[in-house]
Each structure stands twice: as C-alpha cells, then as structure tokens.
C-alpha cells in the first residue's frame, strides 16, 4: 500500500536559517511528489511538486524539495527561514489514483 | 481566478441532524475532490467527480454521506443523522484534470461540529 510519512511533528528552526523539513514515502510505481502549507483557519496552498527530471524542484515563496529516489524521500527545504514561513507542513503523493495521499503534517516554528 | 470557494465556513449541529456543504471550483476546472481533515492528521480522501461524474468513493464514507456536482460546476457534500464522530474539517479541491501530476487547489474548508 502507498504511503506517506513525515517522521518530526515540529521542527524548531531560527530566523535566518536554514530548514528542513522531511518527508519519505512507500509506493511500487512512479510516484508524483507535492508539498502543501497550511496557515490557522485556512486551506491548504499549493507550494511545488516534483513530477520528473531534475531532483531538485523550486517552488513558491524560496522553498525547494529534493527528490532522492534510492532514499524514497522529498525533503522540503530553504536557505533562510523567515518567521512567517510558521505554518503546518504536509507532504502529499498521487501514484496513479488521481487522488492524495498525505502525511500527518509537521509544524515549522521559526523564532526570531 | 478567484480560487476555490466554500461555505459555509464553520457549522455546529446537534448530533442527528442533516448537513450540507457547498463547494465552487476554479472556473472551468473538470475535477473536484473532497477531502476531511481531523486534528493532528493530514486530508484524507473522501471522494472525487470528474466533470459530473463521481468517479471514486473512500471507504471512509459512509452511506450517510453523499455528494453531487450536477452539471459539472459547484458540488455539494451531504451528511445525513450526523454523529460526533464527523466533526473535522471538510476540504474541497480542484484541478484541470489532466492526469495524477494535476496540482489539487483546495478550498479554505468548512469546519463541523457535531454537538
């Protein structure tokens, strides 16, 4: 069965610098990679997805996601964390279903 | 594009009772899912229409619910005799539905609870 996981319910980051925020997945065929943000009281939004190519994708406001296919992970990363990156993290596959699957979320706090 | 739309946002209910959420996709996206989301998990799947058409349907719903897109535009999401086990958060997405590598917009979701 396909599955998603994200192994840190919260990770503690300092303003300026970098994050990461991981996740790893299980699936028997090509799997189509995305990562969401998810602010208090709002839906989820879209920050990139991994489809094919480059293992390294870049997506919305400075955040990129490595694609590491031996590791079966998708770590979500950015240089420097600003404070209003703080939000609920989740990591989604779609691997031939046209639906998501999703992880349990990790929460990002940045400190000033 | 104005982004995907619900409503209402927030509804309390006593337990029993009758449910209906609304949904309005980005224009002219064929595909519309359904999702529910409870505290401390990631959305779960619920069900999804391709243009008017409900293609797919999770274990997780139950015959109490229901959903509808009649001609292929906003869709609703009907929970019948409600019990307190539903209260979560309903997310609606939609896509161009061109395939699994779609980006899913979603929705600002509807909160239930159920008293």
């Known amino acids: 069965a396909q599955s998603v996981a994200q192994p840190e319910d919260q990770v503690n980051v300092a303003e300026g610098n970098p994050l990461t925020v991981k996740c790893t997945y299980s699936?028997?065929?090509?799997?189509?990679l995305f990562w969401y943000v998810q602010y208090p009281n709002r839906g989820l939004q879209f920050l990139l997805k991994?489809?094919?190519?480059?293992?390294l994708v870049k997506g919305s406001y400075g955040f990129e996601a490595e694609f590491n296919k031996s590791q079966t992970s998708f770590h979500l990363k950015k240089p420097s964390a600003l404070v209003s990156d703080s939000a609920l993290y989740f990591c989604?596959?779609?691997?031939?279903?046209?639906?998501?699957?999703f992880g349990k979320g990790t929460m990002l706090l940045v400190s000033p | 594009d104005t982004g995907v739309s619900q409503n209402p946002r927030h509804k309390i209910t006593k337990r029993g009772q009758n449910v209906t959420f609304r949904c309005d996709p980005i224009?002219?996206?064929?595909?519309l899912y359904w999702y529910r989301q409870t505290l401390g998990q990631g959305p779960e799947f619920l069900t999804y229409?391709?243009?008017?058409?409900?293609?797919?349907k999770s274990r997780l719903l139950s015959d109490r619910f229901s959903a509808e897109r009649p001609k292929g535009s906003f869709s609703t999401l009907e929970i019948q005799r409600t019990e307190q086990g539903d209260s979560a958060m309903y997310l609606c997405?939609?896509?161009?539905?061109?395939?699994?590598?779609?980006?899913?917009?979603f929705g600002p979701g509807t909160r239930l609870t159920v008293l």
């Open positions: 699936v028997s065929g090509n799997p189509y």
């Open positions: 991994y489809i094919t190519g480059d293992n």
């Open positions: 989604a596959m779609n691997s031939g279903y046209s639906t998501l699957t």
């Open positions: 229409f391709q243009n008017e058409a409900q293609l797919e």
């Open positions: 997405a939609s896509s161009t539905g061109q395939g699994e590598m779609d980006t899913q917009y």
């Open positions: 224009s002219e996206h064929n595909r």
